[in-house]
């Protein structure tokens, strides 16, 4: 597996990809999907797929950037919710991308995605103790109570959906994104643009 997190925004084609992977999280953030009967308030959005692809196409903080972004639409309906699955999803990506950078390897992918979820879903239960009083009124108890049948596996299947579908597509996309994005270098490590140069030892001249 080729390194993650190391293509280049300067190139026109980077720079469309980027644009795109934020116009997707934004509309696939609207998309949500209630998985646990026992707590309806809880729902997932694929949102957090693209933050992670972009997380380990060009780095964490590119990742963070497009996990605010997709849900800044959100703030005015829903602030508590949007504010939430932006800790979420920026906790997720920092940790997939910060770890597999340093380790570009099948092992490092599979280690930071693990890594990821385990932080974002302790992240998501402490946020459910301050969130949760406002949205159901629920108490300290009776939140302790949802967190085995409810708050846990929502939170570890969503973290999984997340890391797993973006560490599939990513391999793919990395391949077509850098594509056309790199200049020859001749020996010296300068581009060339196919045209020998000239000797300085040349008898002709």
């Known amino acids: 597996m080729s390194h993650l997190g ?7 084609k980077q720079i469309a990809a980027l644009v795109i992977l934020v116009m997707m ?4 953030s609207f998309v949500e999907m209630p998985l646990i009967p026992q707590a309806p308030w809880l729902k997932y959005d694929p949102s957090g797929v ?14 963070s950037a497009v996990a605010v972004l997709a849900w800044i639409p959100r703030l005015v309906t829903d602030p508590l919710g949007a504010f939430m699955n932006i800790l979420a999803s920026v906790t997720l990506v920092i940790a997939m991308g910060s770890i597999y950078r340093r380790i570009p390897t ?4 599979v280690f930071a995605t693990a890594v ?13 103790f301050v969130v949760m009083p406002v949205y159901t009124e629920a108490t300290f108890a009776e939140i302790v109570a949802l967190i085995a049948p409810a708050l846990l596996p929502f939170n570890v299947a969503k973290a999984f959906v997340n890391g797993g579908i973006a560490l599939v597509a990513f391999r793919k996309l990395e391949t077509l994104l850098a594509e056309g994005d790199s200049t020859p270098a ?16 040349d008898p002709a001249g």
Not at 6 to 12: A, G, N, Q, Y
Not at 25 to 28: I, Q, R, S, W, Y
Not at 106 to 109: H, I, K, S, Y
Request: glycine share 10%; charged share 15%.
């Open 6 to 12: 190391k293509l280049t925004i300067r190139s026109p």
């Open 106 to 109: 099948l092992f490092g992918a």
């Open 25 to 28: 999280a934004m509309v696939l």
């Open 50 to 63: 693209i933050a992670a692809l972009a997380a380990l196409l060009y780095g964490p903080w590119v990742g």
């Open 116 to 128: 990821g979820i385990v932080c974002t879903t302790v992240v998501s239960i402490v946020l459910n």
């Open 186 to 201: 001749d020996a010296t490590g300068e581009k060339t643009d196919g045209t020998e140069r000239a000797s300085v030892d």
